[in-house]
């Protein structure tokens, strides 16, 4: 048997560094330009590959995303990162149908700024109890938004809808002066915006007309920024007063043959001089003239364009 003091201990052994020649202090050049070299292509290599590799991040890496509709409760706000920067308050109403909810009240971001704001699908409060969904907006106060004020004070670019959607109240957005475009899979059903809705909301620039819509009512986009206004596709009827009135900047128009009646001055002090309409010219023939006239009045349309090209001189 092995005595325990006679075990060598188990340890790594160092390699002793080699002895150096104290008469070669230097190196001759040629080792020196070579071993130069060999440095110049280790470090321009690391550089290269750095650099690539960078690259390649910037191109790989996907650009911030839109702020999207949710599928569920959450709202919020977002910066112009697409960060959600905090969530709103809401206040609701039962809706006129009382089979939903209408947001009456919007808390405005509290740090002031905000890019877009998302709104819910329901209600959280009593999803508990039932999901009854938010179908539409309103304004408690006639002539007032749902912050209660012209928010001026931050820079709400956007607005997001959700797709149950079906009523956009008075006022609603009105005096939105930040306010760029809104976007949302609105309501498959009949999507009615009310009078002054987006009114004075003067950098609205974009707004997606659903195949739902089915009524706009007095001035909902006077005062805005469209350069555009396609309804050709929506199912509208009736329109109201100066509705696109005062948007220096829309030279196209579509309308639908579903659309029966005019409001008065609807393109007034617009630059639009023709309108693409969807029916046919007999269809259009069977429309009031006297309304088309009142319609027309204080803009600058000079002919109706039907959908196989031919036009009529107004």
């Not at 996907?62 to 599928?71: L, N, S």
Request: aromatic residues 8%; glycine residues 8%; charged residues 20%.
């Amino acid at each position: 048997m092995v005595a325990m003091s006679e075990l060598e201990p188990i340890v790594s052994k160092k390699e002793e560094a080699p002895s150096l020649d104290p008469s070669k202090k230097t190196m001759d050049k040629a080792t020196l330009k070579k071993h130069l070299i060999i440095a110049v292509s280790v470090f321009g290599g690391i550089a290269a590959l750095c650099t690539a590799v960078a690259v390649a991040g910037a191109l790989l890496t996907p650009p911030p995303a839109e702020p999207t509709i949710q599928k569920d409760s959450r709202a919020a706000y977002y910066d112009e990162a697409h960060r959600a920067t905090g969530v709103p308050t809401f206040s609701y109403e039962d809706d006129q149908g009382q089979t939903g909810y209408w947001i009456s009240s919007v808390s405005s971001p509290a740090e002031g700024s905000s890019y877009a704001l998302v709104l819910p699908q329901y209600d959280q409060l009593s999803l508990e109890v039932q999901a009854r969904y938010v179908t539409g907006v309103t304004s408690m106060e006639e002539g007032t938004n749902i912050f209660g004020k012209n928010p001026t004070d931050f820079s709400l670019s956007r607005i997001v809808f959700t797709q149950y959607t079906s009523h956009i109240g008075s006022y609603s957005f009105s005096g939105i002066r930040g306010l760029t475009s809104v976007q949302g899979a609105f309501s498959s059903d009949s999507l009615r915006i009310m009078h002054h809705a987006f009114a004075a909301s003067e950098s609205l620039s974009s707004f997606p007309f659903p195949a739902s819509l089915s009524y706009i009512g007095d001035e909902a986009f006077a005062g805005c920024a469209l350069t555009e206004v396609d309804l050709s596709a929506s199912g509208l009827t009736q329109i109201g007063n100066r509705v696109f009135a005062d948007n220096a900047g829309l030279a196209s128009i579509s309308l639908p043959a579903s659309l029966a009646v005019w409001g008065e001055s609807l393109f007034d002090k617009c630059p639009a001089t023709s309108i693409r309409y969807a029916g046919s010219e007999e269809q259009f023939s069977r429309l009031d003239r006297a309304m088309i006239d009142r319609a027309l009045e204080g803009s600058s349309i000079q002919s109706i364009i039907f959908p196989d090209g031919s036009s009529l001189e107004l």
